[in-house]
């Protein structure tokens, strides 16, 4: 039995229209997936109905894999991956409330505090990275 059987016959032609939103080759088709990761989640939320939800899940990743070979995270703690994200997006210990109190950010930024579960899962969620991006422990 020949494996493109078992295709749909017009998958030629729909793959020509829907090959270049699931490659990430370079800079420029991993910016242009990012933004159209970003208004799927927009459109789609966590609606696992939306019929366009498994691309959104296959796009996102996609997104993980281009990162985690172009991008590797350094060996960094939880605490220094979320003092970075705040500095990029301009964030202050105020903006953050789903995590804990001004206080209780300060003491994770100084690294008198860990991070837990929840506060991860808060930060996951929030920066639209995986979870496992602040479990590095140090």
């Known amino acids: 039995m020949d494996n493109l059987t078992i295709l749909p016959p017009n998958i030629n032609t729909h793959w020509l229209a829907i090959a270049p939103v699931l490659m990430i080759r370079n800079e420029e088709e991993y910016d242009q997936a990012v933004e159209?990761?970003?208004a799927l989640i927009d459109e789609i939320g966590t609606?696992?109905?939306h019929p366009l939800y498994n691309l959104l899940e296959t796009l996102g990743t996609l997104i993980e894999v281009y990162e985690s070979?172009?991008?590797p995270v350094a060996?960094?703690?939880g605490n220094e991956i979320l003092a970075y994200l705040m500095e990029?997006?301009?964030l202050t210990v105020f903006d953050l409330p789903e995590i804990g109190t001004p206080q209780i950010i300060e003491n994770i930024l100084s690294k008198n505090q860990g991070l837990t579960?929840?506060?991860i899962q808060q930060l996951a969620e929030r920066?639209?990275?995986n979870h496992q991006v602040f479990m590095t422990q140090l």
């Open 47 to 49: 609606n696992e109905e």
């Open 88 to 90: 990029e997006y301009g």
């Open 69 to 71: 070979e172009h991008y």
């Open 36 to 38: 159209r990761l970003n």
């Open 127 to 129: 920066f639209n990275v």
């Open 117 to 119: 579960f929840h506060q």
């Open 75 to 77: 060996n960094c703690s």
